[in-house]
């Protein structure tokens, strides 16, 4: 991944010799050190004694706070990767739009989960983890439209219900990727206003919070 140095700079990053440096506390007493050498990125996590604190890369650890210590690790290393990278994931003004939104209204950011799909935005709820949209851009022909040039889509949760009676095939999709009763596509090109995306992605939010 290459990243831009006024942006580094911008997030609070510092220079020290030839590479970019910053530690921030996170669970805890913990400190997390993020450092920068050309590109490549290095961390550690330290306890309050300056000791290594490593239980987030074991894997199989379990336990609540190596839990929290795991997701607070990856939101920080995956905010870096939207904030301070040359690469924009989201290529469509609606898609654009979405995070904007989803920063403003639940004050969420993207996390990009898979290293085969880079531009794969996953959104989720802060209070039980659930995911609640995901973003992504996949052929057109692979949701049965003409063509093969890559859309932009998002996934949302929908009562089945509902996905049973809007499911079209043209504006509608049983969820790519997603499980097909509870989850639906839909374009990012326009063909939805986005005013309805808005509402369906409340929506979706609401349902993710749901026991």
Known sequence: MKFCRDKLMNCGFAVDGDNLIRRQKISGDLTLTIIIDDGTVTTKITDADGEPYTLHLVEGASGKFVGTVKAEYERVLNDLAAQCSDNQPFKSAQALRLVELIRDRFDDKPEFLWEKFPNYAVFRR???????????????????????????ILNVRVEPAELDRLADGE???RGWHMNKRSWMTLRLD??????????????????????
């Open 126 to 152: 802060k209070d039980n983890r659930k995911w609640y949209a995901v973003i992504m851009n996949v052929p057109r022909n692979k949701l049965g439209l003409e063509g093969a040039e890559e859309l932009e």
């Open 171 to 173: 504006k509608y999709f």
């Open 190 to 211: 326009d063909a939805l206003s986005f005013e309805e995306l808005a509402a369906r992605l409340e929506q979706s939010y609401n349902l993710a919070g749901k026991k």
